[in-house]
Protein backbone atom coordinates (compact mmCIF):
# COMPACT_ATOMS: atom_id res chain seq x y z
CA UNK A 1 0.00 0.00 0.00
CA UNK A 2 1.28 3.78 -0.90
CA UNK A 3 2.55 6.08 2.17
CA UNK A 4 -0.72 8.24 1.57
CA UNK A 5 -3.10 5.16 1.62
CA UNK A 6 -1.66 4.32 4.92
CA UNK A 7 -1.42 7.67 6.55
CA UNK A 8 -5.63 8.14 5.04
CA UNK A 9 -6.56 4.99 7.22
CA UNK A 10 -6.23 6.42 11.04
CA UNK A 11 -7.40 3.34 13.74
CA UNK A 12 -7.97 4.13 16.92
CA UNK A 13 -4.63 3.43 18.88
CA UNK A 14 -4.74 0.20 20.49
CA UNK A 15 -1.63 0.49 22.57
CA UNK A 16 -0.75 1.26 26.64
CA UNK A 17 -0.99 5.07 27.34
CA UNK A 18 0.80 6.75 31.01
CA UNK A 19 -1.03 9.10 32.50
CA UNK A 20 -0.53 13.23 31.77
CA UNK A 21 2.62 14.63 33.60
CA UNK A 22 0.39 16.60 35.87
CA UNK A 23 -0.65 13.46 37.17
CA UNK A 24 3.21 11.93 38.26
CA UNK A 25 5.86 13.66 40.62
CA UNK A 26 9.62 14.41 40.02
CA UNK A 27 10.31 10.83 41.84
CA UNK A 28 8.75 9.22 37.91
CA UNK A 29 10.76 11.71 35.53
CA UNK A 30 13.23 9.57 33.63
CA UNK A 31 16.00 11.50 35.28
CA UNK A 32 15.28 10.05 38.53
CA UNK A 33 13.53 6.66 37.81
CA UNK A 34 16.11 4.52 38.10
CA UNK A 35 15.86 5.68 42.23
CA UNK A 36 12.23 5.06 42.24
CA UNK A 37 11.20 3.39 45.65
CA UNK A 38 7.68 2.09 43.84
CA UNK A 39 9.13 -1.39 43.59
CA UNK A 40 10.22 -1.69 47.04
CA UNK A 41 7.08 -0.43 48.10
CA UNK A 42 5.28 -2.96 45.78
CA UNK A 43 7.57 -5.89 47.54
CA UNK A 44 6.68 -4.79 50.82
CA UNK A 45 2.60 -4.63 50.34
CA UNK A 46 3.21 -8.24 48.85
CA UNK A 47 5.19 -9.34 52.04
CA UNK A 48 1.75 -8.44 53.76
CA UNK A 49 -0.85 -9.57 51.77
CA UNK A 50 1.21 -12.51 51.50
CA UNK A 51 1.02 -13.05 55.32
CA UNK A 52 -2.66 -11.99 55.32
CA UNK A 53 -3.81 -14.50 52.50
CA UNK A 54 -1.83 -17.59 54.12
CA UNK A 55 -3.09 -16.34 57.74
CA UNK A 56 -6.42 -17.86 56.74
CA UNK A 57 -5.73 -20.61 53.87
CA UNK A 58 -2.56 -22.65 56.09
CA UNK A 59 -4.92 -23.33 59.14
CA UNK A 60 -8.86 -22.56 57.42
CA UNK A 61 -9.43 -26.26 57.39
CA UNK A 62 -8.77 -27.01 61.06
CA UNK A 63 -10.76 -23.92 61.64
CA UNK A 64 -13.67 -24.87 59.64
CA UNK A 65 -13.91 -28.22 61.16
CA UNK A 66 -12.99 -27.56 65.01
CA UNK A 67 -14.85 -24.20 65.75
CA UNK A 68 -17.63 -24.46 62.46
CA UNK A 69 -17.82 -27.82 63.73
CA UNK A 70 -18.16 -29.49 59.73
CA UNK A 71 -17.15 -32.42 58.52
CA UNK A 72 -14.02 -33.52 57.97
CA UNK A 73 -14.87 -34.24 54.40
CA UNK A 74 -17.12 -30.84 53.74
CA UNK A 75 -14.19 -28.86 55.15
CA UNK A 76 -11.39 -30.12 52.73
CA UNK A 77 -14.03 -30.19 49.47
CA UNK A 78 -14.46 -26.35 50.86
CA UNK A 79 -10.89 -25.33 51.69
CA UNK A 80 -9.79 -26.77 47.67
CA UNK A 81 -13.09 -25.48 46.58
CA UNK A 82 -12.13 -21.71 47.50
CA UNK A 83 -8.25 -22.01 46.97
CA UNK A 84 -9.03 -22.82 43.49
CA UNK A 85 -11.59 -19.96 43.12
CA UNK A 86 -8.95 -17.57 44.66
CA UNK A 87 -6.69 -18.47 41.41
CA UNK A 88 -10.05 -18.57 38.95
CA UNK A 89 -10.37 -15.30 40.26
CA UNK A 90 -7.23 -13.25 38.55
CA UNK A 91 -8.30 -13.71 35.14
CA UNK A 92 -11.30 -11.44 35.03
CA UNK A 93 -9.32 -9.08 37.67
CA UNK A 94 -6.99 -8.85 34.59
CA UNK A 95 -9.63 -8.55 32.17
CA UNK A 96 -10.98 -5.76 33.73
CA UNK A 97 -7.63 -4.05 34.70
CA UNK A 98 -6.45 -4.30 31.23
CA UNK A 99 -9.87 -2.81 29.77
CA UNK A 100 -11.48 -0.28 32.19
CA UNK A 101 -9.97 0.31 35.55
CA UNK A 102 -5.82 0.17 35.43
CA UNK A 103 -4.09 -1.57 37.33
CA UNK A 104 -3.56 1.07 40.09
CA UNK A 105 -7.48 1.46 40.48
CA UNK A 106 -8.29 -2.49 40.64
CA UNK A 107 -5.84 -2.79 43.37
CA UNK A 108 -7.27 0.28 45.57
CA UNK A 109 -10.75 -1.84 44.55
CA UNK A 110 -9.55 -5.09 45.38
CA UNK A 111 -8.03 -4.64 48.51
CA UNK A 112 -11.58 -2.58 50.00
CA UNK A 113 -13.28 -6.07 48.99
CA UNK A 114 -10.25 -8.02 50.10
CA UNK A 115 -10.03 -5.98 53.40
CA UNK A 116 -13.90 -6.22 54.07
CA UNK A 117 -13.74 -10.11 53.64
CA UNK A 118 -11.02 -10.54 56.09
CA UNK A 119 -12.96 -8.72 58.72
CA UNK A 120 -16.46 -10.93 58.34
CA UNK A 121 -13.46 -14.39 58.48
CA UNK A 122 -11.97 -12.51 61.48
CA UNK A 123 -15.57 -11.57 63.20
CA UNK A 124 -17.05 -15.36 62.42
CA UNK A 125 -14.35 -16.34 65.59
CA UNK A 126 -15.79 -13.73 67.64
CA UNK A 127 -19.24 -14.92 66.95
CA UNK A 128 -20.42 -16.53 70.59
CA UNK A 129 -22.37 -19.39 69.76
CA UNK A 130 -19.36 -21.27 67.60
CA UNK A 131 -17.85 -22.95 70.63
CA UNK A 132 -19.93 -22.21 73.53
CA UNK A 133 -22.95 -22.61 72.68
CA UNK A 134 -22.21 -25.52 70.52
CA UNK A 135 -20.59 -27.31 73.76
CA UNK A 136 -24.36 -26.61 75.17
CA UNK A 137 -26.04 -28.68 72.60
CA UNK A 138 -29.44 -27.57 71.60
CA UNK A 139 -28.32 -23.86 70.26
CA UNK A 140 -25.90 -25.20 68.42
CA UNK A 141 -27.18 -25.25 64.97
CA UNK A 142 -28.33 -21.63 64.60
CA UNK A 143 -25.13 -20.45 65.60
CA UNK A 144 -22.93 -22.15 63.86
CA UNK A 145 -25.20 -21.51 60.81
CA UNK A 146 -24.84 -17.68 61.50
CA UNK A 147 -21.14 -18.36 61.88
CA UNK A 148 -20.71 -20.18 58.80
CA UNK A 149 -22.69 -17.87 56.76
CA UNK A 150 -20.24 -14.73 57.84
CA UNK A 151 -17.44 -16.62 57.70
CA UNK A 152 -17.76 -18.27 53.62
CA UNK A 153 -19.15 -14.88 52.78
CA UNK A 154 -16.10 -13.01 54.32
CA UNK A 155 -14.06 -16.09 52.53
CA UNK A 156 -15.42 -15.55 49.15
CA UNK A 157 -14.93 -11.82 49.25
CA UNK A 158 -11.16 -12.14 50.10
CA UNK A 159 -11.43 -14.98 47.13
CA UNK A 160 -12.21 -11.72 44.64
CA UNK A 161 -10.47 -9.19 46.68
CA UNK A 162 -6.86 -11.59 46.39
CA UNK A 163 -7.82 -12.64 42.74
CA UNK A 164 -7.83 -8.65 41.68
CA UNK A 165 -4.38 -8.17 43.54
CA UNK A 166 -2.65 -11.15 42.08
CA UNK A 167 -4.09 -10.18 38.47
CA UNK A 168 -2.81 -6.76 38.80
CA UNK A 169 -0.28 -6.15 41.63
CA UNK A 170 3.10 -7.61 40.17
CA UNK A 171 2.14 -6.30 36.40
CA UNK A 172 2.17 -2.84 38.17
CA UNK A 173 5.22 -3.48 40.14
CA UNK A 174 7.10 -4.10 37.17
CA UNK A 175 5.84 -1.12 34.83
CA UNK A 176 7.63 1.13 37.38
CA UNK A 177 11.16 0.55 35.50
CA UNK A 178 12.01 1.89 32.63
CA UNK A 179 12.83 -0.47 29.77
CA UNK A 180 14.97 2.34 28.34
CA UNK A 181 17.58 1.88 31.41
CA UNK A 182 19.86 -1.02 30.99
CA UNK A 183 20.48 -0.89 34.75
CA UNK A 184 16.56 -0.70 35.57
CA UNK A 185 15.97 -3.49 32.61
CA UNK A 186 18.70 -5.53 34.86
CA UNK A 187 16.45 -4.78 38.22
CA UNK A 188 13.19 -5.91 36.28
CA UNK A 189 14.57 -9.10 35.86
CA UNK A 190 15.54 -9.04 39.62
CA UNK A 191 12.22 -7.99 40.82
CA UNK A 192 10.50 -11.20 39.65
CA UNK A 193 12.22 -13.31 41.87
CA UNK A 194 11.70 -10.77 45.34
CA UNK A 195 8.53 -10.65 44.60
CA UNK A 196 7.99 -14.59 44.30
CA UNK A 197 10.13 -14.44 47.50
CA UNK A 198 8.21 -12.17 48.94
CA UNK A 199 4.82 -14.62 48.27
CA UNK A 200 6.96 -17.34 50.36
CA UNK A 201 7.44 -14.47 52.90
CA UNK A 202 3.99 -15.06 53.84
CA UNK A 203 4.01 -18.92 54.18
CA UNK A 204 6.91 -18.71 56.83
CA UNK A 205 5.45 -15.92 58.62
CA UNK A 206 1.54 -17.49 59.05
CA UNK A 207 3.16 -21.13 58.99
CA UNK A 208 5.61 -20.40 62.33
CA UNK A 209 3.54 -17.37 63.94
CA UNK A 210 -0.34 -17.24 63.16
CA UNK A 211 -1.24 -20.85 63.14
CA UNK A 212 0.62 -20.79 66.56
CA UNK A 213 -1.41 -18.01 67.41
CA UNK A 214 -4.76 -19.40 66.29
CA UNK A 215 -4.88 -22.82 67.74
CA UNK A 216 -3.10 -22.10 70.88
CA UNK A 217 -4.36 -18.65 72.05
CA UNK A 218 -7.34 -17.46 69.83
CA UNK A 219 -8.77 -17.81 66.36
CA UNK A 220 -9.80 -14.54 66.26
CA UNK A 221 -6.53 -12.70 67.33
CA UNK A 222 -4.66 -15.15 64.97
CA UNK A 223 -7.20 -13.72 61.93
CA UNK A 224 -7.21 -10.42 63.67
CA UNK A 225 -3.52 -10.26 63.06
CA UNK A 226 -3.64 -11.07 59.14
CA UNK A 227 -6.34 -8.56 58.96
CA UNK A 228 -4.34 -5.69 60.40
CA UNK A 229 -1.65 -6.87 57.87
CA UNK A 230 -4.13 -5.87 54.75
CA UNK A 231 -5.14 -2.53 56.41
CA UNK A 232 -1.37 -1.24 56.99
CA UNK A 233 -0.89 -2.45 53.28
CA UNK A 234 -3.45 -0.64 52.00
CA UNK A 235 -2.78 2.80 53.78
CA UNK A 236 0.89 2.32 52.47
CA UNK A 237 -0.44 1.97 49.27
CA UNK A 238 -2.78 5.15 49.30
CA UNK A 239 0.38 6.66 50.89
CA UNK A 240 2.73 6.22 48.05
CA UNK A 241 0.21 7.09 45.04
CA UNK A 242 2.43 9.78 44.30
CA UNK A 243 5.28 8.02 43.56
CA UNK A 244 4.03 5.57 40.72
CA UNK A 245 3.70 5.66 37.35
CA UNK A 246 0.33 4.17 36.11
CA UNK A 247 -0.51 2.71 33.02
CA UNK A 248 -3.92 4.06 32.00
CA UNK A 249 -6.51 1.56 30.90
CA UNK A 250 -6.14 0.21 27.65
CA UNK A 251 -9.48 -0.17 25.95
CA UNK A 252 -11.06 -3.28 24.90
CA UNK A 253 -7.83 -5.81 24.30
CA UNK A 254 -10.05 -8.46 24.07
CA UNK A 255 -12.28 -6.85 21.39
CA UNK A 256 -9.06 -5.98 19.31
CA UNK A 257 -8.30 -9.64 18.98
CA UNK A 258 -11.79 -10.17 18.19
CA UNK A 259 -11.66 -7.93 15.08
CA UNK A 260 -8.97 -9.48 14.03
CA UNK A 261 -10.51 -12.85 13.43
CA UNK A 262 -13.62 -11.57 12.17
CA UNK A 263 -11.89 -9.37 9.92
CA UNK A 264 -9.51 -12.33 8.52
CA UNK A 265 -12.80 -14.58 7.73
CA UNK A 266 -14.37 -11.12 5.85
CA UNK A 267 -11.56 -11.54 3.30
CA UNK A 268 -11.06 -15.16 3.25
CA UNK A 269 -10.84 -15.36 -0.52
CA UNK A 270 -8.55 -12.43 -0.84
CA UNK A 271 -4.79 -13.24 -1.00
CA UNK A 272 -2.03 -12.33 0.73
CA UNK A 273 0.66 -10.08 -0.84
CA UNK A 274 4.15 -11.82 -1.54
CA UNK A 275 5.82 -8.43 0.78
CA UNK A 276 4.78 -8.63 4.23
CA UNK A 277 5.56 -4.88 3.91
CA UNK A 278 2.53 -4.42 1.83
CA UNK A 279 0.11 -5.56 4.93
CA UNK A 280 -1.52 -2.17 6.61
CA UNK A 281 0.30 -0.83 10.05
CA UNK A 282 -0.08 2.84 11.18
CA UNK A 283 2.56 5.29 10.72
CA UNK A 284 4.94 6.16 14.03
CA UNK A 285 3.54 9.76 13.62
CA UNK A 286 0.27 8.61 13.83
CA UNK A 287 0.82 6.40 16.76
CA UNK A 288 3.62 6.27 18.99
CA UNK A 289 2.89 2.53 20.29
CA UNK A 290 5.38 0.13 19.70
CA UNK A 291 4.77 -1.90 16.75
CA UNK A 292 5.48 -6.00 16.69
CA UNK A 293 7.62 -7.25 13.85
CA UNK A 294 5.42 -9.60 11.15
CA UNK A 295 6.14 -13.22 11.58
CA UNK A 296 5.41 -16.26 9.48
CA UNK A 297 2.82 -18.04 11.61
CA UNK A 298 -1.01 -18.64 11.46
CA UNK A 299 -0.35 -16.53 8.50
CA UNK A 300 -4.46 -16.75 7.93
CA UNK A 301 -4.85 -14.21 10.39
CA UNK A 302 -2.78 -11.85 8.09
CA UNK A 303 -5.52 -11.38 5.73
CA UNK A 304 -7.09 -8.73 8.58
CA UNK A 305 -4.17 -6.62 7.63
CA UNK A 306 -4.87 -6.72 4.03
CA UNK A 307 -6.10 -3.64 2.64
CA UNK A 308 -8.80 -4.11 0.04
CA UNK A 309 -10.54 -1.82 -2.61
CA UNK A 310 -13.78 -1.44 0.12
CA UNK A 311 -11.14 -0.34 2.66
CA UNK A 312 -9.89 2.72 1.07
CA UNK A 313 -13.44 3.47 -0.28
CA UNK A 314 -14.38 3.41 3.63
CA UNK A 315 -10.65 5.02 4.78
CA UNK A 316 -11.03 5.91 8.47
CA UNK A 317 -14.33 3.89 9.17
CA UNK A 318 -12.39 0.94 8.08
CA UNK A 319 -9.24 0.91 10.34
CA UNK A 320 -12.12 1.39 13.22
CA UNK A 321 -14.16 -1.01 12.37
CA UNK A 322 -14.64 -5.33 11.82
CA UNK A 323 -13.14 -5.29 8.31
CA UNK A 324 -8.87 -3.85 8.90
CA UNK A 325 -6.73 -4.52 11.12
CA UNK A 326 -3.18 -3.22 11.96
CA UNK A 327 -0.08 -5.98 11.57
CA UNK A 328 0.39 -4.69 15.24
CA UNK A 329 -3.10 -5.88 15.98
CA UNK A 330 -2.55 -9.46 14.07
CA UNK A 331 0.70 -10.12 16.18
CA UNK A 332 -0.48 -10.14 19.19
CA UNK A 333 -2.75 -12.30 18.75
CA UNK A 334 -0.50 -14.57 17.38
CA UNK A 335 1.53 -14.15 20.08
CA UNK A 336 -0.95 -15.45 22.69
CA UNK A 337 -1.58 -18.70 19.97
CA UNK A 338 1.72 -19.47 20.82
CA UNK A 339 1.61 -18.59 24.24
CA UNK A 340 -0.78 -21.80 24.83
CA UNK A 341 1.12 -24.24 24.53
CA UNK A 342 3.89 -23.45 26.86
CA UNK A 343 1.04 -22.35 29.41
CA UNK A 344 -0.89 -25.85 29.01
CA UNK A 345 2.74 -27.81 29.77
CA UNK A 346 2.88 -25.54 32.99
CA UNK A 347 -0.59 -27.44 34.41
CA UNK A 348 1.38 -30.75 34.60
CA UNK A 349 3.33 -29.21 36.79
CA UNK A 350 1.26 -27.67 38.93
CA UNK A 351 -0.64 -30.81 39.48
CA UNK A 352 2.60 -32.49 40.77
CA UNK A 353 3.76 -29.49 42.37
CA UNK A 354 0.30 -29.66 44.43
CA UNK A 355 0.98 -33.13 46.15
CA UNK A 356 3.50 -30.73 48.48
CA UNK A 357 0.39 -30.37 50.39
CA UNK A 358 -1.59 -33.82 49.91
CA UNK A 359 0.47 -36.99 49.48
CA UNK A 360 4.13 -35.36 50.54
CA UNK A 361 2.05 -35.09 53.81
CA UNK A 362 0.34 -38.23 53.85
CA UNK A 363 3.99 -39.79 53.77
CA UNK A 364 5.46 -37.82 56.31
CA UNK A 365 2.79 -38.59 58.41
CA UNK A 366 3.66 -42.66 58.03
CA UNK A 367 7.25 -41.72 58.79
CA UNK A 368 9.18 -41.30 62.45
CA UNK A 369 8.08 -37.64 62.76
CA UNK A 370 10.74 -36.62 65.04
CA UNK A 371 14.52 -34.88 63.81
CA UNK A 372 16.86 -35.00 66.69
CA UNK A 373 14.39 -35.94 69.35
CA UNK A 374 12.95 -32.55 68.00
CA UNK A 375 8.41 -33.83 66.98
CA UNK A 376 7.89 -32.12 63.40
CA UNK A 377 4.63 -32.47 61.59
CA UNK A 378 4.73 -32.70 58.52
CA UNK A 379 3.28 -30.19 57.24
CA UNK A 380 6.00 -28.32 58.37
CA UNK A 381 8.44 -29.54 55.62
CA UNK A 382 6.61 -26.60 53.62
CA UNK A 383 8.65 -24.16 55.71
CA UNK A 384 11.37 -26.12 55.02
CA UNK A 385 10.87 -25.85 51.30
CA UNK A 386 10.86 -22.11 51.67
CA UNK A 387 13.56 -22.24 52.88
CA UNK A 388 14.73 -24.22 50.17
CA UNK A 389 13.75 -21.73 47.60
CA UNK A 390 16.01 -18.61 48.98
CA UNK A 391 18.82 -21.58 48.42
CA UNK A 392 17.71 -22.34 44.89
CA UNK A 393 17.77 -18.19 44.08
CA UNK A 394 20.88 -17.94 46.01
CA UNK A 395 22.50 -20.74 43.97
CA UNK A 396 21.24 -19.05 41.00
CA UNK A 397 22.30 -16.21 40.97
CA UNK A 398 25.55 -16.58 42.46
CA UNK A 399 26.69 -20.08 41.34
CA UNK A 400 24.49 -21.69 38.30
CA UNK A 401 24.65 -18.01 36.64
CA UNK A 402 28.50 -17.18 37.03
CA UNK A 403 29.60 -20.47 36.13
CA UNK A 404 27.66 -20.53 32.83
CA UNK A 405 29.40 -17.27 32.11
CA UNK A 406 32.51 -18.47 32.59
CA UNK A 407 32.19 -21.47 29.99
CA UNK A 408 30.58 -18.61 27.69
CA UNK A 409 32.74 -16.65 25.45
CA UNK A 410 29.95 -13.83 25.59
CA UNK A 411 29.90 -13.56 29.52
CA UNK A 412 26.21 -12.48 29.69
CA UNK A 413 24.88 -14.66 26.87
CA UNK A 414 25.75 -17.81 29.47
CA UNK A 415 22.81 -16.75 31.23
CA UNK A 416 20.08 -19.22 30.94
CA UNK A 417 17.02 -17.57 29.15
CA UNK A 418 13.15 -17.90 30.53
CA UNK A 419 12.60 -21.01 28.38
CA UNK A 420 15.59 -22.69 29.28
CA UNK A 421 15.28 -21.79 32.81
CA UNK A 422 11.49 -23.25 32.65
CA UNK A 423 12.59 -25.82 31.11
CA UNK A 424 14.63 -27.17 33.93
CA UNK A 425 11.94 -26.29 36.05
CA UNK A 426 10.09 -29.21 34.31
CA UNK A 427 12.80 -31.84 34.40
CA UNK A 428 13.68 -31.06 38.12
CA UNK A 429 9.59 -31.57 38.70
CA UNK A 430 10.24 -34.98 37.08
CA UNK A 431 13.27 -35.56 39.92
CA UNK A 432 11.51 -34.42 42.39
CA UNK A 433 8.30 -36.80 41.84
CA UNK A 434 11.07 -39.76 41.62
CA UNK A 435 13.12 -38.85 44.59
CA UNK A 436 10.06 -39.40 46.53
CA UNK A 437 8.75 -43.00 44.66
CA UNK A 438 12.10 -43.94 46.09
CA UNK A 439 11.62 -42.87 49.34
CA UNK A 440 8.54 -44.01 50.24
CA UNK A 441 10.21 -47.46 48.53
CA UNK A 442 12.65 -47.56 50.88
CA UNK A 443 9.67 -46.56 53.47
CA UNK A 444 7.34 -49.44 52.35
CA UNK A 445 10.15 -51.79 53.31
CA UNK A 446 10.90 -50.49 56.45
CA UNK A 447 7.21 -50.60 57.45
CA UNK A 448 7.25 -54.34 56.48
CA UNK A 449 9.90 -54.85 58.71
CA UNK A 450 8.12 -52.77 61.63
CA UNK A 451 9.98 -50.39 61.74
CA UNK A 452 9.98 -46.66 60.76
CA UNK A 453 12.06 -44.37 58.58
CA UNK A 454 12.82 -40.92 59.90
CA UNK A 455 11.06 -37.90 58.36
CA UNK A 456 14.40 -36.23 57.35
CA UNK A 457 14.00 -38.41 54.42
CA UNK A 458 11.60 -36.56 52.75
CA UNK A 459 14.01 -33.42 52.76
CA UNK A 460 15.65 -34.20 49.28
CA UNK A 461 12.18 -34.26 47.46
CA UNK A 462 11.31 -31.01 48.77
CA UNK A 463 14.45 -29.70 47.82
CA UNK A 464 14.20 -30.70 44.41
CA UNK A 465 10.81 -29.62 44.45
CA UNK A 466 11.94 -25.79 45.00
CA UNK A 467 14.10 -26.01 42.17
CA UNK A 468 11.19 -27.06 40.22
CA UNK A 469 9.88 -23.99 41.46
CA UNK A 470 12.18 -21.35 41.33
CA UNK A 471 13.03 -22.02 37.76
CA UNK A 472 9.77 -23.18 36.57
CA UNK A 473 7.51 -20.26 37.98
CA UNK A 474 9.65 -17.18 38.70
CA UNK A 475 10.95 -17.98 34.42
CA UNK A 476 7.01 -18.03 33.69
CA UNK A 477 5.58 -15.20 35.80
CA UNK A 478 8.91 -13.02 33.60
CA UNK A 479 8.20 -14.94 30.46
CA UNK A 480 4.34 -14.28 30.14
CA UNK A 481 4.62 -10.87 31.42
CA UNK A 482 7.85 -9.50 28.87
CA UNK A 483 6.01 -11.63 25.79
CA UNK A 484 2.31 -10.25 26.73
CA UNK A 485 1.04 -7.32 24.51
CA UNK A 486 1.28 -4.12 25.80
CA UNK A 487 -2.18 -4.08 26.34
CA UNK A 488 -2.52 -7.24 27.89
CA UNK A 489 -0.22 -7.55 30.39
CA UNK A 490 -2.35 -8.32 33.17
CA UNK A 491 -4.35 -10.76 31.32
CA UNK A 492 -1.56 -12.66 30.56
CA UNK A 493 0.12 -12.54 33.99
CA UNK A 494 -2.96 -13.84 35.51
CA UNK A 495 -3.04 -17.39 32.89
CA UNK A 496 0.28 -17.88 34.57
CA UNK A 497 -0.92 -18.06 37.67
CA UNK A 498 -4.71 -19.60 36.78
CA UNK A 499 -2.35 -23.01 36.00
CA UNK A 500 -2.36 -23.24 39.74
CA UNK A 501 -6.04 -23.46 39.97
CA UNK A 502 -5.80 -25.95 36.84
CA UNK A 503 -2.65 -28.17 38.22
CA UNK A 504 -4.86 -28.38 41.41
CA UNK A 505 -8.18 -29.82 39.83
CA UNK A 506 -6.47 -31.69 37.20
CA UNK A 507 -4.44 -33.30 40.45
CA UNK A 508 -8.25 -34.16 41.95
CA UNK A 509 -9.08 -36.01 38.60
CA UNK A 510 -5.71 -38.22 39.01
CA UNK A 511 -6.71 -38.90 42.45
CA UNK A 512 -10.36 -40.10 41.16
CA UNK A 513 -8.59 -41.99 37.82
CA UNK A 514 -5.93 -43.97 40.07
CA UNK A 515 -8.78 -44.96 42.94
CA UNK A 516 -11.09 -45.78 39.92
CA UNK A 517 -8.20 -48.26 38.00
CA UNK A 518 -6.49 -49.30 41.14
CA UNK A 519 -8.51 -49.85 43.94
CA UNK A 520 -10.63 -52.71 42.38
CA UNK A 521 -12.64 -55.95 43.66
CA UNK A 522 -12.54 -54.22 47.14
CA UNK A 523 -8.18 -54.13 47.79
CA UNK A 524 -6.66 -51.96 48.35
CA UNK A 525 -5.69 -48.88 45.47
CA UNK A 526 -2.21 -46.90 45.37
CA UNK A 527 -3.62 -44.30 47.81
CA UNK A 528 -4.80 -46.33 50.55
CA UNK A 529 -6.49 -44.99 53.71
CA UNK A 530 -3.05 -47.79 55.35
CA UNK A 531 -0.42 -46.51 53.32
CA UNK A 532 1.61 -49.53 54.31
CA UNK A 533 -1.13 -51.75 52.62
CA UNK A 534 -1.09 -49.11 49.57
CA UNK A 535 1.70 -47.89 46.58
CA UNK A 536 1.96 -44.46 46.96
CA UNK A 537 5.62 -45.23 45.16
CA UNK A 538 3.63 -46.47 41.93
CA UNK A 539 1.88 -43.08 42.22
CA UNK A 540 5.10 -40.78 42.46
CA UNK A 541 6.54 -42.96 39.38
CA UNK A 542 3.68 -42.58 37.53
CA UNK A 543 3.97 -38.64 38.32
CA UNK A 544 7.65 -38.96 37.14
CA UNK A 545 7.16 -40.27 33.86
CA UNK A 546 4.08 -37.83 33.69
CA UNK A 547 6.65 -35.19 34.68
CA UNK A 548 9.73 -36.53 31.95
CA UNK A 549 6.33 -37.07 29.14
CA UNK A 550 5.96 -33.13 29.40
CA UNK A 551 9.67 -32.16 29.60
CA UNK A 552 9.93 -33.75 26.02
CA UNK A 553 6.43 -32.33 25.02
CA UNK A 554 7.82 -28.69 26.06
CA UNK A 555 11.32 -29.02 24.36
CA UNK A 556 9.73 -28.95 20.90
CA UNK A 557 7.45 -26.44 21.80
CA UNK A 558 9.77 -24.03 23.59
CA UNK A 559 12.71 -25.10 20.41
CA UNK A 560 10.45 -23.58 17.93
CA UNK A 561 9.04 -21.04 19.66
CA UNK A 562 9.81 -17.38 18.39
CA UNK A 563 9.79 -14.30 20.70
CA UNK A 564 8.11 -11.13 20.51
CA UNK A 565 10.10 -8.62 18.37
CA UNK A 566 9.39 -4.97 18.93
CA UNK A 567 10.26 -2.52 16.04
CA UNK A 568 12.73 0.99 16.90
Not at 318 to 338: G, N
Not at 343 to 370: K, L, N, P, R
Request: net charge negative; charged share 15%; aromatic share 10%.
Amino acid sequence: MESGQRAALLPESHGPKTEDDSLQVPLLKDKKRSGSKAPAIVLGFECLESTAFNGISTNLVVYLETVLHGSNLASASNVTTWYGTSYLTPIFGAIVADTFLGNYNTILISLAVYLLGMMLVTFSAFLPATAALCAAGATCGTGAAAAQTVAFVGLYLVAVGSGGLRSSLLPFGAEQFDDDSAADRERKAAFFSWFYLCVDFGLIVSGVLLVWIQQNVSWGLGFGIATACIAVAFAAFMLATPMYKRRLPTGTPLKSLAQVVVAAFRKVGMKLPADAELLYEVSDKVDSQPKIAHTSEFTFLDKAAVVSESDLEERPEAASSWKLCTVTQVEELKILLRLLPIWATSIIVSAAYSQMSTTFIQQGSAMDMHIFSVPVPAASLSSFQVLCVLTWVILYSKVIVPALRGFSSSGAAGEPSQLQRMGAGRLLMALAMAVAALVETKRLNAAASGEAINIAWQMPQYFFLAGAEVFCYIAQLEFFFGEAPDTMKSTCTSLALLTIALGSYLSSLIYAVVEAFTATAGGHGWISDDLNQGHLDYFFWMLAAMCTLNFVVYSGFAKNYKLKTVLS
